[in-house]
């Protein structure tokens, strides 16, 4: 009896241990095992896209080909988040040369629109969409900057596959199928963007297959002719027709003046990894400064998700983040202090501003001499990484979308400031504050991560929480994207609005609720909200067994795949 009884309990207490587990192995956050693979790897924010970069992978291109390629497709099947309309950035582990190359593929503003215009019609901001915010598209020059460096496959047979599946159509999914139609409520006034995306008199439902026989053409024109197709060609001539018709102020000479830039990331070391940012006018820089002040605490005594942790983070952010408003625009307009930014010297002034125990309601900006988006990451059998972030920013842009070229126009003009005294003041020719940002990873000088998440002001504050994730709280590549996320808002911004009020936690389902209470009592102002915390993906090289592992997260469509 005393022995069935033991046998039992035993049975019992197994059983409950298991049911009580959400995955054999692993944090019961994660959705799923790690991707592994040894000849190539892809990890983008919608499968197809995913799928076509390994085609041109097996097909013998290499990473810089499959990006591009890969690019295209996300352009047209993800055209909420991006598209060739809008601008380009990446970091490049080009496996030859042992090095890393950033690529500045940002547009610049009309040189026509003036500061002035915006005084005599009494705006105190740039509207977010028509024809005001509107600035060079950056992506086809990336693209052809990237493939002319690093590239090895003809350009034609890198866009095939966006081009068969603009023609063919393709099923849309859920996700997209929901930001599509939420944004055609307003941009549908606009001309040319009814005739594009919304054929029958509506966007495509969850399962409808899209086709886009528009852009099927515009990326024919420019596998044929090349980025002067769209530059200088019709193409250009188009879009400048179609502003003028709207009063913008975008140009044909605009267009055929554009260059991208090649860039030197800039780096911090947290705890024996070197994270790469690219400059301004990108906020990448941010996550750099946010890593030097937490590198000063014992984090990982702390624990993920612990009231310590989650505050200490939020207060780092705040004080990076004044610095982002007041210093981050085009370096060409500026002389920036980058190097004083991301010094180990100016993170312990900083952190000493930090109350443990309290929140802070503002922060001063230091004083020093003088978002919808995709992310992508591929790498292939030769050691080449690629790390891309692409954007119209609001979404699906401006709303300005050319006559019969099947795309929209991004509308990151709209980040500019109109103070006369700030550094990210509108000027004509001139790059805005960027938030879209790659982000690469080395140890010991060795490729180690390539990764990003996508969302505004969300990206360097993931970035952290990615790298913090990963090394202090020792997760894998999967289950630090799927780890429940921190967002705080209200922060001063590049456009001139300041923080008054210590701003909002945003705290993503799965903190303990004891931890809010905490937190609540220290000062901090918390909602929960589901949405706005980006969207990951990542590859990371094993070089003990020569192996790549990939992480894709559920917040969107993404999906890690290799072979």
């Not at 996300?74 to 890393?100: M, Q, Y």
């Not at 500061?115 to 509107?134: D, Q, R, T, W």
């Not at 103070?419 to 001139?430: E, T, W």
Request: charged residues 20%.
């Amino acid at each position: 009896m005393l022995k069935n009884l033991l046998t039992t309990t035993l049975f019992l207490l197994i059983i409950n241990q298991v049911y009580t587990q959400d995955r054999v192995t692993g944090h019961n956050f994660a959705t799923r095992s790690e991707v592994i693979a040894v000849h190539g790897m892809a990890a983008t924010s919608q499968p197809l896209a995913t799928q076509v970069c390994l085609d041109i992978l097996k097909a013998g291109g290499n990473a810089i080909d499959a990006a591009i390629a890969g690019n295209a497709v996300l352009g047209l099947v993800e055209p909420t988040g991006n598209g060739i309309g809008g601008d380009l950035f990446a970091i490049i582990w080009h496996a030859e040369s042992g090095r890393l190359y950033g690529l500045n593929a940002s547009g610049r503003s009309p040189q026509s629109l003036t500061l002035e215009h915006f005084e005599k019609n009494g705006l105190s901001k740039i509207p977010a969409y028509g024809p005001l915010p509107v600035s060079v598209p950056g992506c086809v020059d990336g693209w052809f900057e990237m493939h002319e460096k690093f590239g090895s496959l003809e350009m034609k047979d890198i866009l095939t596959p966006a081009i068969q599946y603009a023609r063919e159509g393709f099923p849309v999914t859920e996700l997209i199928a929901y930001y599509m139609n939420l944004s055609s409520g307003r941009l549908q006034k606009y001309p040319g963007f009814k005739e594009t995306y919304m054929p029958g008199g509506k966007t495509a439902a969850k399962g409808e297959i899209f086709k886009n026989p528009y852009l099927a053409n515009t990326l024919e024109k420019i596998a044929d002719g090349g980025r002067d197709a769209f530059y200088k060609g019709e193409i250009a001539k188009t879009i400048a027709r179609y502003m003028k018709d709207q009063g913008g102020f975008l140009s044909y000479d605009d267009l055929a003046s554009h260059k991208s830039e090649w860039v030197e990331p800039l780096s911090a070391n947290y705890r024996g990894y070197d994270l790469w940012e690219l400059p301004p006018n990108g906020q990448g820089t941010a996550a750099l400064q946010i890593m030097n002040v937490l590198e000063g605490y014992d984090i990982a005594s702390m624990g993920f998700g612990s009231e310590e942790y989650i505050h200490i983070f939020v207060e780092a952010k705040k004080l990076a983040y004044e610095d982002r408003a007041k210093f981050y625009s085009d370096p060409d307009f500026n002389k920036l202090p980058l190097e004083e930014l991301i010094s180990k010297e100016y993170a312990a002034e900083r952190r000493d501003l930090i109350d443990t125990k309290r929140a802070a309601r503002t922060y001063p900006a230091g004083e020093l001499e003088q978002g919808n988006t995709i992310y992508m990451t591929v790498a292939d059998e030769q050691g080449n990484m690629v790390s891309l972030i692409q954007s119209n920013y609001r979404g699906m842009g401006s709303g300005m979308t050319p006559y019969e070229l099947g795309f929209i126009l991004q509308d990151r003009g709209e980040l500019f400031s109109l103070d006369k005294d700030h550094f990210n003041c509108y000027a004509p020719g001139k790059r805005p504050f960027h938030t879209i940002i790659p982000a690469f990873v080395t140890r010991n000088g060795k490729p180690w991560m390539s990764f990003g998440v996508m969302g505004g002001g969300m990206q360097p504050q993931g970035h952290v929480q990615i790298m913090v994730n990963m090394i202090d709280f020792e997760m894998n590549l999967q289950e630090a994207g799927d780890a429940p996320r921190i967002q705080h808002v209200g922060s001063s911004q590049p456009t001139g609005t300041k923080m008054l009020d210590g701003g909002t936690v945003l705290l993503e389902t799965g903190f303990d609720y004891e931890v809010i209470r905490q937190l609540i009592r220290k000062g901090h102002t918390i909602q929960f909200d589901v949405g706005g915390y980006g969207g990951y993906q990542a590859i990371l090289f094993d070089e003990k067994n020569g192996v790549y592992y990939g992480a894709s997260e559920s917040r969107k469509d993404g999906q890690a795949a290799g072979y």
